[in-house]
């Protein structure tokens, strides 16, 4: 199906089978950029199931993201992060919010690349620093200054992010015009 949605976007029509069925909407994007409330509309508006692959995590650890940094480090959250993420893109299409460095896995990457339709969810680093100065609980931003740490994740994952099909730029107006930049660009 992602083959479709893909050639839609790139003007080849031709190799479409089904228009009107979305593959899983897949956001992927810096934190803060509002991937999960954003997602949660989008889902609203196309008649979709949501899911944030994040609390899918936390559910079936049974333990907070920051509780599995703490216990077992990133590169054991990075596996378990790619595990849910196959399980979520695996059936019914619906719109899934990973986590910011979800897309940055190589192999996690290749499964929703492959899945689904990616989109990336951009937005101006002051924007990000005020959104996630609202919220504790980001692993890579404790005990750290915002402003560096998301500064320099952008500057290391715009290569990764770029691979998304379709960029969105979000910025501090209503969420609802970040959702009609979606729907354009997916055609509906």
């Known amino acids: 199906m992602s083959g479709c949605i893909a050639a839609q976007i790139m003007g ?12 899983s909407l897949v956001l992927v994007g810096l934190m803060g950029v509002g991937k999960s409330t954003i997602g949660r509309r989008l889902a609203t508006r196309l ?9 899918e995590i936390e559910r079936a650890a049974g333990m907070t993201i920051q509780e599995i940094f703490d216990t077992y480090g990133e590169a054991p959250f990075r596996d378990g992060e790619r595990r849910v993420i196959s399980r979520l893109i695996d059936g019914t299409p619906k719109v899934i919010a990973t986590g910011g460095g979800a897309f940055v896995n190589d192999e996690t990457r290749a499964l929703i690349l492959d899945k689904a339709l990616a989109i990336w969810l951009d937005a101006d680093i ?22 560096e740490v998301l500064t320099r994740l952008a500057k290391e994952r715009e290569p990764f992010y770029s691979q998304a099909p379709i ?11 970040t959702i009609d930049k979606i729907m354009k660009a997916i055609g509906r």
């Not at 080849?12 to 593959?23: H, M």
Request: net charge negative.
């Open 12 to 23: 080849r029509n031709d190799k479409c089978e089904e228009p009107d069925q979305l593959p």
């Open 47 to 55: 008649g979709l199931p949501f899911v944030d692959a994040d609390e």
């Open 126 to 147: 002051n924007i990000l620093v005020e959104r996630v100065s609202r919220r504790d609980g980001r692993p890579l931003l404790k005990d750290r200054d915002p402003r």
């Open 167 to 177: 960029r969105v730029m979000s910025s501090d107006s209503p969420h609802d015009a």
